[in-house]
């Protein structure tokens, strides 16, 4: 399979796609900033987040979205751009760590990691947020964590930590929202590339972004195997999302930062968004359940 560019805008980190109310979001990590793209007139606007980063923005009620900022958590209010810091402790959260990748639990609670942007290993940690606000440590021991996700009858959780090369899968308890007996599904080379973030399709199996790799991998989501492969134009691949009219289309965002201008060259569109016309779905968007500010 082959993607085509949907948005040329070469940003630096592009990561977080999200489709919501048939609208395309991602964030601009680096940048701090929320994207939205209007497909029907073509626009494409952005939200500061008054941050110095933006790992992961999902979408609640009532035009609120749940963001993990730089080192922080806050309110966005799309409508009218309104930022609410969530004032609450963030355990185990090294100077030199950020927020990176999250999504959505089930039950609508979010989950998000941490990255260690030092020499450190096994430094970051993996949370879920309570219906309080507050973040609770639900794994420990990562370097880089990434791409997560639920199959469809939710007693699977998968997960990416980036630099130990490897996709696990966990067992998850629907009704303590507790992950156990860790298992690698699939390990990848130390080689420059590493797995990223990743989408779980209808059937149940995985949709896994390889940064370095150029290549978005389809994967069985009870062996690991590979079933298909996405190639793009571009080498640092960073995270898909289902979409479009019948949620066949899988949207794929990439970087640009770091690379050399002998590398920009040959690939232009670096940091674009791509798209590319698959044969299943993706499962229904699950809503930030979290009370969001009084407006």
Same mark, same amino acid.
């Given at each position: 399979?082959?993607?085509?560019?949907?948005?040329?805008?070469?940003?630096? &980190?592009?990561?977080? =796609?999200?489709?919501?109310? #048939? $609208?395309?979001? /991602?964030? #601009?990590?680096?940048?701090? +900033?929320?994207?939205?793209?209007?497909?029907?007139?073509?626009?494409? !606007?952005?939200?500061?987040?008054?941050?110095?980063? &933006?790992?992961?923005?999902?979408?609640?009620?009532?035009? /609120?979205?749940? $963001?993990?900022?730089? +080192?922080?958590?806050? /309110?966005?209010?799309? =409508?009218?751009?309104?930022?609410?810091? *969530?004032?609450?402790?963030?355990?185990?959260?090294?100077?030199?760590?950020?927020?990176?990748?999250?999504?959505?639990?089930?039950?609508?609670?979010?989950?998000?990691?941490?990255?260690?942007?030092?020499?450190?290993?096994?430094?970051?940690?993996?949370?879920?947020?309570?219906?309080?606000?507050?973040?609770? *440590?639900?794994?420990?021991? *990562?370097?880089?964590?990434?791409?997560?996700? /639920?199959?469809?009858?939710?007693?699977?959780?998968?997960?990416?930590?980036?630099?130990?090369?490897?996709?696990?899968?966990?067992?998850?308890?629907? #009704?303590?929202?507790?992950?156990?007996?860790?298992?690698?599904? +699939?390990?990848?080379?130390?080689?420059?590339?590493?797995?990223?973030?990743?989408?779980?399709?209808?059937?149940?199996?995985?949709?896994?972004?390889?940064?370095?790799?150029?290549?978005?991998?389809?994967?069985?989501?009870? @062996?690991?195997?590979?079933?298909?492969?996405?190639?793009? =134009?571009?080498?640092?691949?960073?995270?898909? @999302?289902?979409?479009?009219?019948?949620?066949?289309?899988?949207?794929?965002?990439?970087? +640009?930062?770091? &690379?050399?201008?002998?590398?920009?060259?040959?690939?232009?569109?670096?940091?674009?968004?791509?798209?590319?016309? !698959?044969?299943? $779905?993706?499962?229904? &968007?699950?809503?930030?359940?979290?009370?969001?500010?009084?407006?």
């Amino acid at each position: 399979m082959q993607a085509s560019l949907y948005l040329d805008v070469q940003h630096a &980190l592009a990561e977080g =796609p999200v489709w919501h109310d #048939n $609208t395309l979001y /991602w964030v #601009n990590i680096t940048e701090g +900033r929320l994207y939205r793209h209007d497909t029907a007139s073509g626009n494409i !606007t952005h939200f500061d987040m008054n941050s110095a980063a &933006l790992g992961v923005a999902l979408p609640a009620s009532n035009g /609120w979205w749940w $963001t993990a900022r730089e +080192r922080d958590c806050a /309110w966005l209010h799309e =409508p009218t751009g309104k930022v609410v810091p *969530i004032d609450a402790p963030i355990p185990n959260l090294p100077p030199a760590h950020r927020f990176n990748d999250g999504f959505c639990g089930p039950d609508g609670h979010p989950w998000v990691g941490s990255a260690a942007l030092d020499d450190s290993r096994e430094t970051a940690s993996l949370y879920r947020a309570d219906s309080t606000g507050p973040l609770h *440590i639900a794994l420990t021991h *990562i370097t880089l964590s990434n791409g997560l996700g /639920w199959s469809p009858d939710h007693t699977k959780f998968y997960y990416v930590d980036s630099l130990a090369h490897n996709l696990s899968v966990f067992e998850y308890d629907p #009704n303590s929202h507790q992950i156990s007996n860790r298992r690698i599904l +699939r390990e990848f080379p130390d080689d420059g590339t590493v797995p990223d973030g990743l989408k779980v399709d209808a059937n149940g199996h995985i949709w896994l972004a390889v940064w370095g790799g150029s290549v978005v991998l389809h994967l069985d989501g009870e @062996t690991g195997d590979i079933l298909d492969r996405v190639e793009l =134009p571009v080498t640092q691949v960073t995270s898909c @999302t289902f979409g479009g009219e019948d949620d066949r289309t899988l949207f794929i965002t990439s970087a +640009r930062g770091g &690379l050399s201008d002998e590398q920009l060259a040959a690939q232009p569109h670096a940091g674009s968004i791509f798209q590319v016309r !698959t044969d299943t $779905t993706g499962l229904p &968007l699950v809503p930030c359940s979290l009370p969001p500010p009084q407006e």
